[in-house]
């Protein structure tokens, strides 16, 4: 089994400021990798997939970059509706979740 | 319209079973491999199974292999879930999601094991 590991668990952020997210994989996933932002009482929402592609209809702000184990979300300025809990997914060998990182405002 | 729409859920005592259903509509069904994802209060997703396209290709999370049963019924854009022997580490609302990366999910089924 594929283990992802996030960090932070929580990142401190104010809005305007830029956000970085990391994700790990403890062997390699090739760019087999998504990011998902999930809010309170909804579904996990597609942010990344291919490790760099945005879905359709996400803004520009967000953006991805690595391959092989190593793995980055960036929100360029956080907006009011990006505060929630961010989960990267390897899918490379059927799929894990990593535990999450939380972004809230500092 | 891509819509998927879970059922089965409920309260259930610990070594019972339940059958969850999702019903696909909006998309080529058989295109495309089905997953079910759990996620228990307060907690993350966790991948429960998979199944490819033509049901050749299942997988299953350790936490519930040799317990569930995955498969689909692609005439009727349908998937399924059969759970056995259950335990109340299993209570969590259970998604089906479209592969390969879930770009789309349904709404949940809440799946609740006690006594």
């Known amino acids: 089994e594929i283990v992802m590991t996030q960090s932070p668990a929580t990142l401190s952020v104010s809005p305007g400021e830029r956000a970085t997210l990391s994700c790990r994989a403890s062997?390699?996933?090739?760019?087999?990798l998504a990011w998902y932002q999930q809010k309170p009482g909804q579904a996990p929402r597609l942010l990344i997939y291919?490790?760099?592609t945005r879905a359709t209809g996400i803004p520009a702000r967000f953006s991805g970059s690595g391959s092989g184990t190593e793995f980055s979300l960036t929100i360029s300025s956080l907006q009011s509706e990006d505060f929630a809990v961010y989960y990267c997914?390897?899918?490379?060998?059927?799929?894990?979740f990593g535990q999450g990182t939380k972004v809230e405002i500092k | 319209e891509v819509q998927l729409v879970e059922s089965g859920g409920g309260l259930v005592q610990p070594g019972r079973s339940l059958r969850l259903s999702c019903a696909a509509s909006?998309?080529?069904?058989?295109?495309?491999?089905m997953h079910w994802v759990r996620q228990a209060p307060g907690k993350g997703p966790e991948w429960v199974s998979g199944?490819?396209?033509?049901?050749?290709?299942?997988g299953y999370a350790d936490s519930v292999k040799g317990r569930f049963t995955i498969s689909r019924d692609n005439a009727k854009n349908s998937l399924y879930l059969q759970m056995n022997s259950l335990r109340p580490e299993d209570t969590a609302l259970y998604y089906c999601?479209?592969?390969?990366?879930?770009?789309?999910w349904g709404q949940g089924t809440l799946v609740t094991v006690s006594s």
């Open positions: 062997q390699s996933v090739s760019s087999k």
């Open positions: 999601a479209k592969g390969p990366y879930f770009d789309y």
């Open positions: 997914q390897q899918y490379n060998n059927w799929r894990t």
């Open positions: 291919g490790a760099s």
């Open positions: 909006g998309f080529t069904f058989d295109d495309y491999g």
């Open positions: 199944i490819s396209w033509n049901s050749g290709s299942i």
